[in-house]
């Protein structure tokens, strides 16, 4: 990861808090999706994934929703931490397809 | 990090040199991707292979060539380097679930 640009919205939130982070996609024939994470100077990081029958998913500290209705996407991240700063990425695949579409990221810093 | 290494991780070359990057993995995965991450552009996806000698094109393909011999390996070739290309390049895999896994990628330069 470099920065991957400058017009990249931008989360603050303080340590402790819970973060949301959102994504709207564009086509309602995809039918999986991922959360990434990238740190600056590394590559993306899978955290979670979602298919389209479901509408929520839950890891460790991490949270996926989906609302297929909208078509939006969001990542929760429980009590945030200093490490979790970095970008995050949703991406979708349609049906079907071999490829992942990105969205543009959210950049995550975390307020002490 | 599943198994992907990328070589070399930074390289700076001059416009109209040939460069090549290496995508190496070591768990067998059929799927490989190359893309690249541009400020403002996010990642976008040039050029992807299903299997040995099988390739196709991503979204920004154009002045790229890619190879695939062997399942492990998937070689991105610049034939003649342009400004335009600098940029970080990610290599990824796919696993049977349709997750893809990426490497540490390659920051290219080219002046």
């Known amino acids: 990861g470099e920065s991957v640009g400058l017009h990249l919205p931008t989360l603050s939130v303080q340590e402790g808090d819970n973060s949301i982070i959102n994504c709207a996609y564009s086509n309602s024939a995809s039918d999986y999706f991922i959360w990434y994470k990238q740190e600056s100077g590394k590559g993306p990081q899978f955290i979670i994934d979602?298919?389209?029958?479901?509408d929520k998913r839950q890891g460790q500290r991490v949270t996926v929703l989906l609302n297929k209705t909208v078509k939006h996407l969001s990542l929760q991240i429980a009590a945030t931490q200093p490490g979790d700063s970095a970008v995050y990425f949703c991406?979708?695949?349609?049906?079907?397809?071999?490829?992942?579409?990105f969205g543009q990221g959210t950049r995550l810093t975390i307020n002490p | 990090d599943a198994g992907i290494t990328q070589s070399p991780r930074h390289k700076v070359t001059e416009t109209g040199t040939p460069v090549t990057l290496r995508c190496h993995q070591t768990?067998?995965?059929?799927?490989m991707y190359w893309y690249r991450q541009d400020p403002g552009h996010g990642l976008r996806l040039i050029h992807y292979?299903?299997?040995?000698?099988?390739?196709d094109k991503g979204e920004v393909s154009d002045g790229y060539s890619v190879s695939r011999s062997k399942t492990e390996d998937f070689l991105l070739t610049l034939e003649s380097a342009t400004s335009s290309q600098t940029s970080v390049y990610f290599c990824a895999i796919r696993q049977s679930t349709d997750t893809q896994y990426f490497g540490p990628g390659t920051r290219l330069t080219v002046l």
């Open positions: 991406a979708e695949i349609l049906q079907g397809a071999q490829k992942l579409v």
């Open positions: 979602i298919r389209s029958n479901m």
């Open positions: 768990e067998n995965h059929r799927y």
């Open positions: 292979s299903y299997g040995v000698k099988d390739t």
